[in-house]
């Protein structure tokens, strides 16, 4: 990248960025090509989803950006920061301070309430919570009357709402999101959605996540296209029939 492009990428302002991303999984002739040069820009304030075929290698892709797993070669940005070269220190801190995550399983700590739940990764980091944000996160996602229940008296469409919570209470550059709605039903994961879609929206937020469900996808303003470990499509301003024509035509490749 000359520093031309770097600069016209600042001037858009970009959340997250892969850079001819490779990533090999064992070696010899057992070895698998996850990634195969993957190069993409996730714009501030925008919600991207990444779809493709299964072994496509979307989560692979989603995992290097969010730091939980290295790259075999190329380069991940968060914000102006390489992650490429930060100690373990460095991307613990990094993680805590700057992304959200919302996982298909929600991760919640099962002897925490709600509440403590979600305040958690502040905690950890010694943070205040901003109350009014919280607030404000809490009666968004109808967790109210559900801040003092532990995980296991909540329902899978409050415990994703618990995770959301935490994923956007630290206020963080970038929310990464791998099938966010995989284990709930139609009226749950349509409000988790939701919620994503406001805080890009109402909050400013980046949401980046992986589906392989065309009414999430519908959710966002791109969706970017994996195929063996390549980016081999992608669409602005998505509908769920204009995913599932795509989606089909990849099938058929």
Known sequence: MGTEDVDAATATEIAAAAQDLV??????????????GVSADFAKGEFTAIMGPSGSGKSTLMHCLAGLDSASAGEVRIG?????????????????????????????????TAL??????????????????????????????????????????????????????????????DEPTGNLDSHSSGEVLSILRASVDEFGQTVVIVT??????????????????????????PTQDSILDRMKALENK
């Open 212 to 237: 392989h469900d065309p009414r999430a996808a519908a959710y966002s303003d791109r969706v970017v296209f994996l195929a063996d470990g390549r980016i081999v499509d992608e669409l602005r301003d």
């Open 116 to 177: 403590e739940n979600i305040t958690l990764p502040l905690d950890i980091a010694g943070r205040k919570a901003d109350q009014e944000w919280l607030d404000t996160v809490v009666k968004r996602l109808g967790l109210g009357d559900r801040l003092d229940h532990r995980p296991s008296e909540l329902s899978g469409g409050q415990q994703q709402r618990v995770a959301c919570a935490r994923a956007l209470v630290g206020k963080p550059e970038i929310i990464f999101g």
């Open 23 to 36: 990533k090999l999984y064992g070696s010899g002739d057992t070895q698998v090509k996850a990634l195969d």
């Open 80 to 112: 102006d920061t390489a992650l490429t070269g930060l100690s373990d220190k460095q991307m613990t801190a990094l993680r805590r301070d700057r992304i959200g995550f919302v996982f298909q399983a929600f991760n919640l700590v099962p002897t925490l």
